[in-house]
């Protein structure tokens, strides 16, 4: 039985790279086809979750609602939850700016994944580190992706082929978490 | 008749500076006692009313909630509605780093204060609008006040007293709008 859940998100794109990775474990992915409620917290997992819960009011069905951030180390988090928001209004150089001369660089990007399969709820958590670049390289990826390079690599995200970064990223970390319980406790995938 | 308005803030001082600009106008301000739910918008007005909307399906008495930022006009408004977490992780210094080498310092501070007074729904706004200071000024008011300069002073709102301040800043503008609203409309003081 192939389970289904409803992704809540304004990306098709998203919804097919989530897709790529869930359906062998037997999980099909839907677009949820409603807005996603955001709240401010400087916790990824608050958000996700609200929002998952917000979405399943409405739709009554099994629902997925992740967010992503970077996480800058000698900014105490920041951008963080705002990331996208950050990304718009100082792009990556301002977070550029804001590194000038410091010497720690670690950042990580993390994902949170909300699922809401009643009467479960849980949250799958990804996460991939390291630092941040002196200048923006590549042109894969979007948003912070120019400036991030992921420990154990040279390449900015943006070097990487998007299969490369898929198979390292936070997001792609989450998903496999959260197909790999759908799999072993909710059954999918089985006959 | 004094019109009793629930106000959502978990600071006290707030409170107390709100009921005494409205006081006048015949309206009664207490602490609504629950917490703000906070939306991600680019808009304040929408944060407020998103927040005001929650807090009267939980009160169901007439509601106020105001939201605030400072928005820079060289960084297309940053940190606007995310200001208390921009000034919490970067401090007064982020701004002046990003600032830096820009000609431009105009920056305007903003406040929305939803109503919900059924069947109304109404938002006030409060701006004052100025410049961002070269280096820190002042040990008065909190978050970016001490880089703030408003246009014709050459103190900061840090450097100012705190009646001083009230006098001229965004949140007593949208208070004194709402108050003034609520005599002549709702009337609100009147026998």
């Known amino acids: 039985m192939a389970c ?3 992704l809540v998100t304004g990306n098709i794109h998203k ?6 990775i869930v359906s062998r474990f037997g999980v099909e992915l839907a677009p949820a086809g409603i807005g ?6 400087e916790n990824l997992e608050d958000i996700a979750l609200a929002a998952a819960r917000h979405a399943y009011m409405r739709l009554k069905r099994p629902v997925l609602v992740d967010d992503s951030g970077l ?3 000698a900014l105490g988090g920041f951008p963080g ?7 718009r209004k100082l792009g990556v150089g301002g977070i550029l700016k804001l590194l000038e001369g410091a010497r720690d660089r670690r950042a990580c990007f993390k994902t949170a994944l909300a699922m809401i399969y009643p009467p479960l709820e849980k949250v799958f958590t990804g996460n991939v580190c390291g630092t941040i670049a002196d ?3 590549g042109m894969g990826g979007f ?11 040279t390449l900015t995200f943006a070097e990487m082929s998007l299969e490369e970064k898929n198979r390292i990223s936070h997001r792609a970390h989450a998903f496999r978490r959260f197909a790999e319980y759908a799999s072993a406790r909710l059954g999918c995938g089985k006959r």
Chains 1, 2 share one sequence.
Do not use: T
């Open 4 to 6: 289904r859940f409803y």
């Open 15 to 20: 919804l097919e790279e989530a897709s790529k």
């Open 36 to 41: 996603k409620l955001e709240i401010q917290s």
């Open 71 to 73: 996480f800058v180390e």
């Open 81 to 87: 939850p705002y990331s996208s928001y950050v990304y």
């Open 135 to 137: 200048n923006p390289r």
């Open 143 to 153: 948003g912070f992706d120019p400036i991030f390079v992921p420990d154990g690599y």
